[in-house]
């Protein structure tokens, strides 16, 4: 019979192997679940084989051993063998194929025209007219053109409404004049403005006849198409080296008295006529789209991030032998320290958590976008709530995880041969872009104290369809049903309604306050702030049960039985160390007994021990490529010790045995010391 682990191989490492051999279920199985079906692990396979055949999409030596000119360059040159072969690679330009093949070619640490994929083409299909998607995007999508997306200033990250940048109806000429007044106007941070893009989308203080409209987007061509020269009125530049993404050249820019034709403004939602007439979008969110899409896909991608850190250590602790449990027995696989499962088995629950919410709240955004074209507003705020609140507990948590992953490797964890550094520091930038995380926490808050709002009037919203609020109009149980002899399904029930209990909770109880401290005279404003931690907590919980839900409901899709069986191991886990996690708000009001508690406490550790055999086998079903997961811990064939070695000789200190530094400093210090002795 095959093994039900695809991955094993002849001459892999034999604790591998062994561990491979183990698994209680087909790992082919869980990847065509989580990946949409065969065919489509197939595909991935056949891209992952495209492009080991084809060297020119490879790099010439490890990128960390790269200086940061280096890896721009290699980046650019390996973006257009990209283009060369992508219909050769990817077939019916099919979005998830052209994303694993990127993957594949290019690093986390970014690309020339990361910006261009992730927001300059999804604001010009959201936000422009028919007409203005005739000019442009045939252009950018072939690539005759490179974009990025301009709204942070030096000044002005979160608070949009005081962007400084001024986009100027000028009548006489049809056009707009952008203006940076002052140094704080400064566009700062955009990745690829610095050197790559020649057009960007800009966020700018609309106005017309000395009205001012609040920020709009403009298309705006920054650089010469030719020369790629910045255009007279644009200054333009890099801003340095940052705590991680230093293949991206994250840049600055500013506008000197720049003319663009009127018609440059996104106006798609709302417009400005030839004769200066201002036309407002049907609703005033309208104009988010692309940040919604970017951060629905952020929590598929932060999926991705913790997996690939979590099949890294998950492979590295199946190799790695340290110190004697039994003594007599030889030294143990560290996998098996309950601490180290502690540790790492959270991080693949939420991995998946976090990867199949992601595909869930994609699908989300792809009918809201529908329903957009059809004129019909009503199903975005729910959805930009969601969104902001996921991407805040996604990114955070994913962020906490993949350290978790790395300290777990010990010291070569901190080696840049784990790979873990890169998806460590890309992965945590998502705490910060596309919306600061405490801020989405309190977006989300906005809508959840509307939902109070109503419980508390006893007046449920009239919604087309299901909405995720709806728990909150549903009384729920007094006490938490744990521990009553249950099924499997109704065990996860019981959970889910400890997240519901602890988020209906903390919603009405930060509602309450709010009330409260108004009726005390306080500004709504300074209420508001006054009570931002609980409303951040409110946020948190309501997250935590759209998480909880949409992971419970892909994993009871799954038909295969040993599948579903080992993803219902590690669902439980995810949802009992959830409630472990919030366990002070379960017990404040009595919803759960401290016994109730402890015998939570209880069933991870016996997770942990059902899920051990299993371990590698799901973070294999993950199906990263060693290419993609570019770790020399986390190997497919597990040959880590003598990589390690060859991994260093690229070290340009290794060229020569005596660095030049020898003979300058060090040499002479050391001689000197000496003849005084
Ligand atoms: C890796 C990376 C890539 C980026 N890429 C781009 C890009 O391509 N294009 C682009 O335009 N921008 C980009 N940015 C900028 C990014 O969008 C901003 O940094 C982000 O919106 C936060 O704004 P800020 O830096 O001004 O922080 P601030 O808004 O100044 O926040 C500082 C602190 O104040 C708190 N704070 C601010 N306002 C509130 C509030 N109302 N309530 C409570 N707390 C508050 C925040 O929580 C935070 O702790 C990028 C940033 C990074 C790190």
Redesign the pocket.
């Known amino acids: 019979m095959a093994p039900l682990n695809v991955l094993i191989r002849e001459g892999d490492n034999p604790d591998l192997t062994s561990e491979r051999l183990k698994g209680t279920f087909s790992t082919e199985l869980l990847s065509e679940a989580i990946y949409g079906g065969k065919k489509k692990v197939q595909r991935r396979r056949e891209i992952a084989k495209y492009v080991d055949d084809h060297k020119e999409l490879q790099d010439e030596k490890p990128v960390d051993f790269m200086s940061r000119e280096e890896k721009i360059e290699n980046a650019a040159r390996k973006v257009v063998a990209m283009r060369k072969h992508y219909f050769n690679c990817v077939q019916n330009d099919d979005k998830d194929e052209a994303h694993y093949y990127q993957g594949l070619c290019t690093h986390l640490d970014g690309m020339p025209i990361g910006?261009h994929m992730g927001?300059f083409l999804p604001t010009l299909y959201t936000q422009t007219s028919d007409e203005q998607k005739e000019k442009w995007l045939s252009k950018a999508m072939s690539l005759g053109m490179i974009g990025?997306?301009?709204?942070?200033?030096i000044?002005?990250?979160?608070?949009l409404r005081m962007l400084e940048t001024t986009a100027t109806f000028d009548k006489t000429t049809d056009s707009f004049i952008l203006h940076s007044p002052t140094i704080s106007s400064t566009?700062?941070?955009?990745?690829?403005?610095g050197k790559s893009s020649n057009h960007s989308i800009v966020?700018a203080q609309l106005y017309v006849d000395k009205k001012c409209y609040g920020p709009h987007t403009f298309l705006v061509q920054l650089r010469d198409e030719e020369t790629h020269q910045p255009l007279p009125g644009i200054t333009i530049g890099d801003i340095g080296p940052?705590?991680?993404?230093n293949t991206?050249d994250?840049g600055f820019l500013r506008f000197d008295h720049y003319k663009i034709p009127r018609t440059n403004m996104m106006m798609g939602h709302s417009r400005v006529e030839r004769d200066g007439t201002y036309v407002k979008p049907i609703h005033d969110k309208v104009g988010y789209g692309a940040m919604v899409f970017v951060r629905s896909v952020m929590c598929l991608m932060q999926g991705t991030f913790l997996g690939m850190a979590a099949t890294i250590a998950t492979r590295y602790s199946a190799i790695r032998r340290q110190g004697v449990i039994n003594p007599g027995q030889g030294e143990v696989q560290v996998l098996d320290y309950q601490t180290q499962q502690h540790r790492l088995f959270p991080q693949i629950a939420r991995a998946y958590a976090f990867f199949l919410t992601g595909k869930h709240v994609r699908d989300m955004y792809y009918n809201v976008v529908q329903n957009l074209s059809e004129g019909n507003a009503d199903t975005l705020p729910e959805l930009h709530a969601i969104t902001s609140g996921l991407k805040s507990v996604v990114t955070h948590q994913t962020g906490l995880g993949i350290e978790q992953c790395r300290m777990a490797c010990g010291g070569h964890g901190y080696s840049q041969a784990s790979g873990i550094p890169m998806i460590y520091t890309v992965a945590i930038?998502?705490?910060?872009?596309?919306?600061?995380?405490?801020?989405m926490l309190?977006q989300t808050a906005r809508f959840l104290m509307r939902t109070a709002a109503a419980v508390r009037a006893n007046k449920r919203p009239s919604t087309k369809g299901p909405s995720q609020f709806d728990y909150f109009f549903v009384p729920g149980p007094r006490q938490c049903r744990l521990g009553q002899v249950m099924t499997e399904g109704e065990s996860v029930q019981a959970m889910i309604e400890c997240f519901e209990h602890v988020a209906k909770r903390l919603t009405l109880r930060a509602y309450d306050r709010l009330e409260l401290r108004k009726n005390q005279s306080r500004s709504k404003e300074d209420t508001w702030?006054d009570t931002?931690v609980d409303l951040t907590k409110a946020s948190r919980a309501h997250t935590r049960v759209f998480i909880a839900k949409a992971f419970a409901k892909a994993v009871a899709d799954i038909k295969d039985f040993a599948v579903s069986k080992a993803m219902t191991d590690l669902l439980h886990l995810y949802l009992t160390y959830e409630i472990v996690e919030i366990g002070t708000s379960l017990l404040e009001d009595g919803f759960m007994s401290g016994e109730q508690l402890a015998s939570t406490q209880k069933t991870i550790y016996d997770l942990l021990e059902k899920i051990r055999p299993n371990a590698v086998s799901l973070v294999d079903a993950f199906e990263f490529d060693d290419r993609q997961l570019h770790s020399v811990l986390g190997r497919r064939d597990g040959h880590v010790y003598e990589n390690l070695l060859k991994w260093a000789q690229h070290s340009e200190l290794n060229k020569s045995d005596v660095l030049p530094a020898f003979h300058k400093h060090l040499g002479p210090m050391m001689k000197e010391a000496r003849s005084k002795l």
């Open positions: 910006l927001m990025t997306y301009a709204q942070t200033e000044g002005h990250g979160t608070n566009k700062w941070w955009p990745g690829n403005l966020v940052k705590f991680g993404i991206i994250n930038g998502g705490c910060t872009y596309e919306g600061e995380n405490m801020v309190l702030n931002a």
